[in-house]
């Protein structure tokens, strides 16, 4: 697509709209006064067709439909129904399929923000008119866009080499894919590396390590001591910078997995929350889970705790340090004491909990059995340390050798740096959020770079290893078919660029270049490939030089006008 | 007395949280003030201070954008950008008489629809109680 | 509501058919020179022989700057300025919209004032100035509030300006009024074909003035001066009031001995050295050598709406030539040959604008100048703006004359 951008908008005759209102079955048709709806709409200017049926989503409502444009010469259609995301998307579709542009097919939403939210029917009618003269001025001005192609590279990334990357790039493989891992490490492995037996393989840790990095033993590209350095591109095109001992490498993918899971809190850390009130006073040892593991890898459970004789597992969450890890820190205090306890039965041990996920019933049953002793406080605020051990309110006393906290996750802070370069947008705690972007048909899909395992949130091997073979289909979209994406896109006039670079600097996607034409004075240019469409260069250049498609500033301008009086 | 001229919110949404925390409000039945008129931006980034003025213009009592948090706009700063927009656009507000209190920036962090009707509907009632913005007629 | 334009017509008032073709216009346009779509003579020839509606479609429409220097010089006293502005009206009205810099930011304030919204723009007013809301001299601010909010991406306040307008007609014993209700004088929706809404900001302005009871008003902006004073009286006939341009009404009190000079403080130091065999260098005192400094040499940006469409080009010189110390270099183009800033009624501000005040920014640095004088916030803002992107090397300062008048008094 690459129209000069005028900064004219031509009046000419009014397009020939046709305005079809849904009665949602009996829905819509009850709630508002669908009449008066259509009566209204008839009366706009370029309005030709208004009519109100009872299901036109329906495929002979959408064949009736296909007819009717045909025969009225409709040039632009506005759909009154439910959310565009919903039923509308269908009926926007198949319209295209008569060769009706799709942005010359609006959808007004005049059930989920009309007649669902307001009950006075009255009113909501009244909304309703104007929600559908508002789309009737938005079509009206709307300009044929094209979605924008391209091929994509049959080539996939992984950033991590821990369980979900391994899992990943093992299916990847076994899909016929290019696969590339990167590790940041000297070794693969992750955190399997650090754990012992983690539910609920039952094998060792590294045993499924082994397992995992001799399924894709040549068959994935493997680079450890390397990081992603710099990333530019779009879906199914992404130029990465691999850096590996700091020497810098270019490689094409079309998608990318980040499996970089997360980093235990330390125990030193722990010790300093409020949580653990007291706890300097505590005589005996404190641990963390995954010390605790690594302690006793390879080793038989008996006797393996030496001379201690009690033991205190804390599995209460703190919302502060869990964050939707609860159930994944719960499981691993519930196995890690089963196993103990099963495996030294004069071992006193005690589950400290405030709350726990009822799909652990299992686990739980498990522990109990083994004979581990579960202690709710009815206050955990007064929950505090002394010498032997922990005191609560009333006559909660347990003296204990070693007490063994959750491995509370979190993100580091090199992780943070990752997210920007790949421009993932990450949550209050660092934790990374699977990315969209706008496809042509569907509203919203990935964009190509797939969030697996604990980096998104705190898993367990189980899930990481689900996500990972998910991520793995869903990478198929974007390295073997061709990519479809909707035209959201900046055109800036380099007629009118004065070169001031606040666009530039503003883009977050390098979808800007600045480049010498006819003076010394550099203009900006957009890269179609790269421009998402954001808008932010319009909003930051002191010009207006920018205008975005598929919707103007013009059609919202035009839709104020209806929806401020 | 309540002024009987017509006169709407405009509510500004991005396409992401917001736009499905509002889909998501008629899903589940959510009630809020039918003088509310939502209009969707693919982002909130997009919004310059002329579109937020000509709502005014239009004859809008009051203006509401809604945009996701800023760590968390798919497009990396496109929210970042709204916030500063709405900021400078709060003091043109301020000069021409409207008054910065009709102008309100709310970022959500999920797709709840009961938030985004509780917003909405907070929000029109500080209009409503603000009433009609001042406006002079035309000298002969 | 239609402008009663008839193209027609408007090509006889402004004497277009009398083009002769000498191309003296396109020669002097500061837009062609930068700009090769665009041509005054051109213009006229599309009209006289095209479609009459082909040149409302043209997107050259919109480049003019409307400065006036084609007419001011075309042998055959054409009014290109009547006829862009009528063929705006119009272009406008057939739907064809022209373009808005700034997003559309201030065309949007403008509207909002048309339409009657009650701005409430005094903050700007410091504590220490006296003003009232009723008497005989009104100050027009115009639109320096906004102005403040709006580039403050260029790092430039504007209201100073005002301020310091104020603090000299305090000095001279005038406590004018300053009202919170001013809207836009209508300048830049006058020359960008906003008929209609031009016209209820003239009425909004006269009964605003007129109901403060004020029989002069008193600008400080070149552009106000302009249109209050050419302009609003072909809408609403008789004004009521005086219009007077700050200069004048500061000349006038000067001469009379009201307004006494001396140094003005806080300028750059001389680029020249002092004397011959006595180099000094920037920052050493200016009184180490007993004897007078070397003037701080100056030099002088005409506005347009002043100079070329007031003929008003003297009194501004004899205020700066008042001021002891500093001394004016013109720049050759000046007065009557002045370039315009390049950006004008929020339209045009393209690649090519840039070019021409780049250029004028060189032409003013070449004088061996350190300061740049402007008397119009509006030059001000472009020319600051045009720097501010450090293209070229154009670094010279950019001061207002009313600040440096202050500067300038005890």
């Not at chain 1, 709806?37 to 329906?58: D, N």
């Not at chain 1, 909990?353 to 004979?371: K, M, Q, T, V, Y």
């Not at chain 1, 598929?550 to 104020?560: D, E, F, G, N, T």
């Not at chain 3, 213009?43 to 007419?71: A, H, M, N, R, Y």
Request: aromatic letters at 6%; proline letters at 4%; a neutral charge.
């Amino acid at each position: 697509m690459s129209k000069e951008t005028s900064t004219f908008a031509l009046s000419r005759a009014l397009p020939r709209i046709g305005v079809i209102i849904c009665q949602c079955g009996t829905e819509l048709s009850s709630a508002l006064d669908l009449s008066k709806v259509e009566e209204h709409a008839r009366a706009l200017s370029g309005v030709v067709y208004a009519k109100t049926e009872a299901y036109p989503c329906s495929r002979p409502g959408i064949a009736a439909l296909k007819n009717l444009l045909k025969e009225k010469g409709l040039e632009r259609v506005v759909i009154a129904g439910c959310t565009p995301r919903l039923h509308g998307r269908f009926v926007a579709k198949a319209l295209e399929e008569t060769a009706l542009n799709r942005w010359y097919i609006e959808v007004a939403n005049i059930r989920e923000h009309c007649s669902r939210v307001h009950r006075n029917k009255a009113e909501a009618t009244e909304k309703a008119k104007e929600l559908v003269a508002a789309s009737v001025k938005k079509v009206a001005l709307a300009e044929a866009c094209e979605p924008i192609k391209s091929k994509p590279r049959n080539a996939v990334l992984v950033v991590g080499g821990g369980a979900s990357g391994l899992a990943a790039s093992g299916t990847l493989a076994d899909l016929g894919n290019d696969v590339t891992l990167v590790e940041k490490e000297d070794v693969l492995g992750g955190m399997l590396l650090k754990l012992d037996k983690p539910y609920p393989f039952g094998k060792s840790a590294k045993e499924i390590a082994k397992e995992r990095i001799s399924r894709i033993d040549g068959r994935v590209r493997i680079f450890t001591r390397t990081e992603v350095y710099s990333l530019k591109g779009a879906p199914g095109q992404y130029l990465v910078q691999l850096s590996t001992d700091g020497k810098l490498k270019e490689q094409e993918f079309g998608a990318i997995v980040v499996a970089v899971g997360a980093e235990c809190i330390s125990v030193e850390e722990l010790l300093r929350t409020p949580l653990l009130k007291g706890i300097s006073e505590f005589a005996g040892r404190v641990i963390t889970q995954l010390e605790l593991e690594a302690e006793t890898a390879g080793k038989p459970a008996r006797g393996v705790l030496g001379n201690m004789r009690s033991v205190l597992f804390v599995g209460a969450s703190v919302p502060e340090l869990s964050h939707s890890g609860a159930r994944l820190f719960s499981l691993v205090a519930l196995k890690n004491a089963a196993i103990l306890k099963e495996g030294n039965p004069d071992l006193q041990a005690w589950f400290l909990f405030d709350d726990l996920p009822s799909d652990l019933e299992r686990e739980f049953r498990r522990a109990r059995n083994a004979g581990v002793q579960f202690v709710r406080p009815d206050d955990p605020s007064v929950l505090r340390f002394v010498r032997e051990g922990l005191r609560g309110c009333g006559d909660l006393e347990i003296n204990v050798d070693l007490v063994v906290l959750p491995s509370f996750l979190r993100m580091p802070s090199s992780a943070r740096k990752l997210a920007e370069v790949l421009r993932i947008p990450v949550d209050a705690r660092g934790f990374f959020i699977q990315p969209h972007i706008k496809l042509w048909r569907n509203d919203f899909a990935e964009r190509g770079i797939f969030v697996i395992g604990s980096c998104h949130s705190p898993a367990t091997l189980l899930e990481a290893s689900e996500h990972a073979t998910a991520a793995a289909s869903l990478t198929t979209r974007f390295v073997t078919s061709e990519i479809v994406r909707a035209p959201l896109l900046s055109n800036i006039d380099r007629k009118v660029c004065r070169g001031c670079r606040r666009c530039f600097e503003a883009c977050q996607w390098d979808a800007i270049e600045m480049i010498k034409r006819e003076s010394d004075i550099e203009l900006a240019v957009v890269d179609e490939v790269l421009c998402t469409g954001c808008g932010v260069c319009s909003t930051v250049c002191i010009n207006g030089a920018p205008s975005l498609a598929p919707v103007s500033q013009k059609q919202i301008r035009a839709m104020l006008e209806v929806v401020g009086a | 007395m309540a002024d009987k001229r017509r006169s709407n919110v405009v509510i500004f949404t991005c396409s992401w949280y917001p736009a499905i925390a509002a889909d998501n409000a008629g899903v589940t039945n959510q009630q809020y003030p039918s003088d509310a008129r939502i209009i969707t931006l693919a982002c909130a980034g997009r919004l310059t201070p002329a579109l937020i003025l000509d709502a005014f213009g239009a004859g809008a009592r009051g203006v509401l954008v809604a945009a996701c948090k800023t760590e968390l706009c798919h497009y990396v700063n496109g929210s970042l950008t709204c916030k500063e927009i709405v900021e400078e656009t709060k003091d043109l507000v301020e000069l021409l008489g409207i008054g910065a209190k009709r102008l309100h920036l709310e970022t959500f962090d999920s797709e709840d629809g009961q938030r985004f009707a509780e917003v909405v509907s907070e929000f029109c009632g500080k209009i409503e109680k603000l009433g009609m913005v001042d406006v002079d007629a035309v000298p002969k | 509501m239609a402008s009663e334009i008839d193209l027609e017509k408007k090509i006889e008032e402004t004497r277009a058919y009398n083009c002769i073709e000498c191309g003296i216009c396109t020669g002097s346009c500061p837009v062609s020179r930068v700009n090769p779509d665009f041509s005054p003579r051109l213009f006229v020839e599309k009209l006289l022989l095209g479609p009459k509606d082909e040149i409302l479609l043209d997107k050259e429409l919109w480049s003019c700057l409307t400065c006036k220097t084609c007419s001011v010089r075309c042998p055959a006293t054409v009014d290109y300025n009547e006829f862009m502005r009528a063929a705006r009206v119009l272009a406008r009205e057939a739907g064809y919209e022209g373009v808005d810099s700034h997003a559309g930011v201030l065309r949007s304030i403008m509207e909002l004032h048309a339409k009657g919204f009650k701005p409430k723009g005094t903050s700007w007013v410091d504590e220490s100035l006296k003003t009232r809301k009723t008497g005989e001299d009104f100050y027009f601010v115009g639109c320096l509030p906004y102005f403040d909010v709006i580039f403050r991406n260029i790092e430039l306040t504007s209201t100073p300006i005002a301020n310091a307008a104020v603090k000299l007609m305090n000095k001279v014993g005038i406590t004018p009024v300053v009202s919170e209700n001013e809207r836009c004088c209508g300048h830049d929706f006058f020359w960008s074909g906003h008929n209609d809404e031009f016209e209820k900001l003239a009425k909004y302005n006269q009964k605003l003035i007129l109901d403060a009871g004020a029989k002069r008003v008193i600008f400080t902006c070149p552009e106000g001066y302009h249109t209050f004073t050419k302009v609003y009286p072909t809408v609403l006939g008789k004004l009521g009031f005086e219009v007077v341009h700050i200069t004048d009404v500061l000349l006038e009190k000067a001469k009379k001995g009201e307004l006494k000079f001396r140094p003005a403080a806080g300028l750059p130091p001389a680029t020249a050295p002092l004397r011959e065999g006595k180099g000094a260098g920037p920052g050493e005192s200016q009184t180490d050598s007993g004897s007078a400094p070397a003037p701080i040499k100056v030099t002088f940006q005409d506005p347009c709406r002043m100079g070329r469409m007031m003929g008003h080009t003297e009194g501004m010189r004899e205020l700066l030539g008042l001021i002891p110390g500093v001394e004016l270099i013109e720049m050759p183009r000046n007065r009557q040959d002045a370039v315009c800033c390049g950006s004008v009624e929020w339209v045009s501000c393209v690649q090519c604008d840039k070019e021409i005040q780049l250029g004028r920014l060189a032409e003013a640095k070449r004088t061996g100048a350190s300061i740049l004088v402007t008397a119009c916030p509006k030059c001000r803002i472009h020319l600051t703006c045009a720097k501010y992107d450090k293209d070229r090397d154009v670094d010279i300062e950019i001061r207002d004359i009313v600040s440096l008048v202050l500067d300038s008094v005890e």
